[in-house]
């Protein structure tokens, strides 16, 4: 029970943000903030009592413990960042306001966004399956622009992407695209699947 109790109050290891990759780091930051149960508080922050000595016990229990827990992950931010971008957070008080002044600096405005989301739109419309390039190579290069496009906020469905690689393999997969689409039921189809498929095929 001690080796366990230890264990548990462990700090955990912190991402480091540098001023790149914001959307990998706040999603790892995120992951972390919720396996130690304090995303709420950086997400939806607390509220401050105006008078404090007018709550009862159950109240100034609860306002302690998001004290606590605001401190503990406004520690973890500080910790996470380095040192040119701490001083834009040095002067937050809460989680919150930390959290917040870096997503606003970071995720970009919504003119930023739209030129971005234009560019890996027309990236994912450009992939094409290299001659020497293996089918796992490849499906990894298109689900890094997937991915990039559902952090920017575009829904992307998986027959979408699967009909993507599916016109865009190499000519050496024709038949075996042909045998793929008369045999399974695209629209039920998963990305993996459709990999799991490609790899015992070729």
């Known amino acids: 029970m001690a080796a366990s109790s230890s264990s548990n109050n462990m700090q955990p290891q912190l991402p480091k943000f540098t001023g790149k990759n914001y959307n990998q780091w706040s999603i790892q930051m995120r992951v972390l903030y919720q396996s130690q149960e304090l995303w709420e508080i950086v997400e939806s922050g607390f509220q401050e009592p105006e008078v404090e000595r007018d709550l009862n016990q159950r109240l100034l229990q609860e306002l302690k413990e998001n004290r606590k827990k605001d ?6 931010i500080y910790q996470a960042v380095d ?3 701490f001083e834009r957070i040095s ?4 989680a919150k306001e930390a959290w917040d002044t870096l997503h606003a600096s970071y995720k970009g405005d919504d003119k930023v966004k739209l030129v971005r989301l234009q560019t890996l739109r027309s990236q994912f419309d450009m992939l094409k399956m290299k001659e020497s390039e293996s089918v796992e190579k490849y499906f ?7 991915n990039q496009l559902k ?18 393999l190499t000519r050496k997969f024709e038949a075996t695209v042909v045998a793929i689409e008369e045999a399974k039921n695209i629209e039920k189809m998963s990305i993996e699947g459709l990999l799991g498929s490609l790899q015992s095929m070729n």
Do not use: C, P, Q
């Open 71 to 76: 401190r503990k992950a406004l520690f973890f």
């Open 83 to 85: 040192e040119i971008i």
């Open 91 to 94: 002067t937050a008080k809460t």
């Open 140 to 146: 990894n290069r298109v689900i890094v622009i997937v």
């Open 151 to 168: 952090l920017n906020g575009e829904f992307v469905e998986d027959k979408r992407v699967i009909e993507k690689i599916l016109r865009s």
